[in-house]
């Protein structure tokens, strides 16, 4: 009988211990928030490659569109309608041979002639064309020594780089050739435009004692926008203006002379 009553009493003590279990508060540790929420991602099966030293350089900024005009050769033509400028050499018969500084003597020029060519028995007639393009700075009639004769000017912009430096053209200075001892009057006037490979005249023997038809080339550099109304030496008719105008061009300085073959050396 004892031991049921035993019994009995510690079973109503086990579950009076539950009950006091279960109302014991859940405790909060002050403000500590709650662990956040973590969403986990698959890791894609594409694996990145171990990246290389190049990979680690960085590319070059895109340069930008350049805005320069690719440099255009300037057009230069054969000062004779019948030969080509790579056939100029072989009829050079008489070559630039300069003087001293200041004097008028020996050839600031070079001049082509020849006895036969093709059909022709001597280079009389045949056209003189512009070498380049340009505004005329004289054209004249039978004026010792040159003759008939045309001055073309050609300013610095309209010249490629490549002759600029050549023959050392500075701003403010043009480039001038001169055609000399034309069979005729010329076919241009002062101020007019002429494009390269135009036709100014005819080759002649125009001039101071002139006994063999050529063309006389000479080229120039000099200020820019000259103009030489007439220009006249050698002849006791020349005027003052005329023989100014001579020595300007000659003699001066002002209007330095070189090798016009240089223009056509390749």
């Known amino acids: 009988m004892r031991s049921y009553l035993l019994l009995i009493i510690l079973m109503l003590c086990l579950l009076a211990c539950e009950a006091a279990v279960d109302n014991v508060p859940t405790t909060v540790f002050g403000d500590?928030?709650?662990?956040?929420?973590?969403?986990?991602?698959?890791?894609?099966?594409?694996?990145?490659?171990?990246p290389t030293v190049q990979d680690l350089i960085l590319p070059a900024s895109p340069s930008p569109t350049s805005s320069i005009t690719p440099e255009v050769p300037c057009r230069l033509c054969s000062p004779l309608a019948e030969h080509e400028i790579t056939e100029l050499s072989e009829i050079v018969s008489d070559p630039y041979d300069p003087p001293s500084p200041g004097k008028d003597d020996r050839h600031q020029g070079v001049d082509f002639a020849y006895y036969r060519s093709g059909e022709r028995a001597?280079?009389?007639?045949?056209?003189?064309?512009?070498?380049?393009?340009?505004?005329?700075?004289?054209?004249?009639?039978?004026?010792?020594?040159?003759?008939?004769?045309?001055?073309?000017e050609t300013h610095r912009s309209d010249l490629p780089p490549g002759i600029i430096r050549a023959v050392d053209i500075h701003p403010g200075e043009s480039l001038y050739h001169l055609y000399a001892?034309?069979?005729?009057?010329?076919?241009?006037?002062?101020?007019?435009?002429?494009?390269?490979?135009?036709?100014?005249?005819?080759?002649?023997?125009?001039?101071?004692?002139?006994?063999?038809?050529h063309l006389h080339l000479e080229t120039r550099i000099g200020p820019a926008d000259a103009v030489f109304e007439s220009m006249a030496f050698y002849d006791t008719r020349a005027t003052e203006y005329e023989m100014y105008n001579y020595r300007l061009w000659r003699m001066s300085g002002e209007f330095r002379h070189f090798d016009p073959m240089i223009l056509f050396d390749d």
Do not use: F
Request: net charge negative; hydrophobic share 35%; aromatic share 4%.
């Open 32 to 50: 500590i928030p709650p662990p956040p929420t973590i969403t986990w991602n698959p890791v894609s099966s594409t694996l990145t490659p171990t």
């Open 181 to 213: 001892h034309l069979a005729a009057s010329p076919q241009v006037a002062v101020g007019d435009w002429v494009d390269c490979g135009q036709l100014l005249g005819e080759v002649g023997k125009t001039g101071y004692n002139i006994p063999v038809p």
């Open 122 to 152: 001597s280079i009389e007639g045949e056209g003189i064309r512009a070498i380049l393009p340009g505004q005329v700075a004289s054209s004249m009639n039978d004026r010792l020594p040159y003759g008939n004769m045309l001055i073309i």
